[in-house]
């Protein structure tokens, strides 16, 4: 493996187990990605189970999912990476996972507003505890390339510094793999603390 891509391999491999450790990737669930170059990102290959990623784990593909090596398979969400990617160039790594929390609160809301929390802070923009920000809720959809194109249309019209999928799990992104799994940390800790909160009022 070259230098060029050992580092971010290495990066999301260890992003990988905390997640696994924290519940937030369950079976072959969720994908992670990386930039390489303007038109290039590692991303992980189908099928893995995040939790125990190694080197051959990930395959190099194009901004429009296509892997360099065509006996490979990209994530089935492939897409997903690359429309964050194409809409913002400072962006550096994408990461998705299937928590509990964020699977059961997109189930019920169309978006999560997260009020008032420290962890606010890991978020783009924001430099108090004081401040509130809408997370969007997208229906789920097994044409990805459409799903994509909503994501996109949406994020034309409304900043937003991440996003959930209904029942199905959160992307997250950052200029680099640890900045993505700082804001990945930051919100799932939000989303349990809005879930057990909704526990309570029942």
């Not at 997903?80 to 929390?101: I, K, M």
Request: hydrophobic letters at 40%; charged letters at 25%.
């Amino acid at each position: 493996m070259s230098l060029e891509i050992s580092r971010p391999a290495r990066d999301m491999i260890a992003a990988g187990q905390l997640f696994h450790q924290r519940g937030w990737v369950p079976a072959t669930g969720g994908n992670f990605s990386a930039r390489l170059s303007s038109d290039r990102m590692l991303i992980t290959a189908s099928g893995w189970h995040k939790g125990e990623l190694d080197d051959s784990a990930f395959l190099v593909a194009d901004l429009d999912g296509a892997p360099e090596d065509r006996n490979r398979k990209a994530s089935y969400e492939t897409l997903l990476h690359c429309q964050v990617y194409r809409f913002d160039e400072s962006v550096g790594s994408v990461l998705h996972t299937h928590s509990v929390a964020n699977t059961l609160l997109s189930r019920r809301y169309e978006s999560i507003r997260l009020a008032g929390y420290e962890l606010l802070k890991l978020l783009p923009g924001i430099a108090t505890h004081d401040a509130a920000v809408e997370i969007p809720v997208f229906e789920n959809d097994q044409d990805i390339q459409r799903l994509a194109s909503r994501v996109n249309d949406h994020m034309k019209k409304v900043a937003m510094p991440a996003y959930l999928i209904a029942g199905h799990g959160l992307y997250a992104w950052g200029s680099t793999v640890a900045q993505a799994r700082h804001r990945v940390e930051a919100l799932e800790f939000m989303f349990e603390c809005e879930l057990r909160e909704l526990e309570n009022k029942r």
